[in-house]
């Protein structure tokens, strides 16, 4: 059974243990990529879910989705998105994997402090033909996510006042 089953209409197991499990473990930073053959209500009613929880505990979410998606334009996502503070980012995956080029770009939606993902969002050197209109749910670029990670992280700590002076190594990177 896909994962998209999961958050239908008929099926609603995945959006209730969705919910049960950012309840129990409360977490600091919730990523969520919604699936690109999802359906909109069902997941739109899961991300105002997520907003609303994150914002009641002052935590941060980032909402992942290609950019030139319908889902963005759904009546419940633009009115959790107008009752918060909440910033977009355009990003261009080709700028971590090449091969990519030819793809939608990514939208984020979060709650993190304003400019904290500016870095990601590299400009577009040409307009290019969108051939793809990939599902990167779980599957982003390795540089995309270093950098997604330490971006996140220097944001979630800076606001919480336990920033440093520099930022801390990706786990990912080796240390040979």
């Known amino acids: 059974m896909c994962s998209s089953d999961l958050f239908s209409q008929n099926d609603l197991r995945g959006f209730?243990?969705?919910?049960?499990?950012?309840?129990?473990?409360?977490?600091?930073?919730?990523w969520f990529s919604l699936p690109v053959e999802s359906n909109y209500l069902v997941m739109s009613?899961?991300?105002?879910s997520i907003v609303e929880h994150q914002f009641s505990h002052s935590n941060f979410f980032i909402i992942a989705h290609?950019?030139?998606?319908?889902?963005?334009?759904?009546k419940l996502i633009l009115e959790t998105i107008a009752r918060h503070d909440l910033s977009y980012y355009n990003?261009?995956?080709?700028?971590?994997?090449?091969?990519?080029?030819?793809c939608d770009s990514?939208?984020?939606?979060?709650?993190?402090?304003?400019?904290?993902?500016?870095?990601?969002?590299?400009?577009a050197k040409s307009p290019r033909a969108i051939s793809n209109f990939d599902d990167f749910s779980d599957n982003y670029p390795i540089g995309f996510c270093e950098n997604m990670l330490t971006?996140?992280?220097?944001a979630?700590?800076?606001s919480k006042g336990t920033s440093r002076d520099t930022p801390m190594l990706s786990p990912f990177i080796s240390h040979s």
């Not at 261009?92 to 080029?101: E, H, K, N, Q």
């Not at 402090?113 to 990601?120: A, H, N, T």
């Not at 971006?151 to 220097?154: E, G, T």
């Open 91 to 102: 990003i261009d995956l080709s700028a971590f994997d090449t091969s990519l080029r030819n």
């Open 156 to 158: 979630i700590r800076s």
């Open 45 to 48: 009613e899961f991300v105002k």
């Open 66 to 74: 290609p950019w030139n998606s319908s889902f963005w334009n759904n």
């Open 106 to 123: 990514l939208c984020l939606l979060c709650n993190l402090p304003k400019g904290s993902l500016d870095p990601m969002c590299a400009k």
């Open 151 to 154: 971006l996140a992280a220097d």
């Open 16 to 30: 209730y243990k969705g919910q049960d499990v950012m309840k129990k473990v409360c977490p600091r930073l919730v």
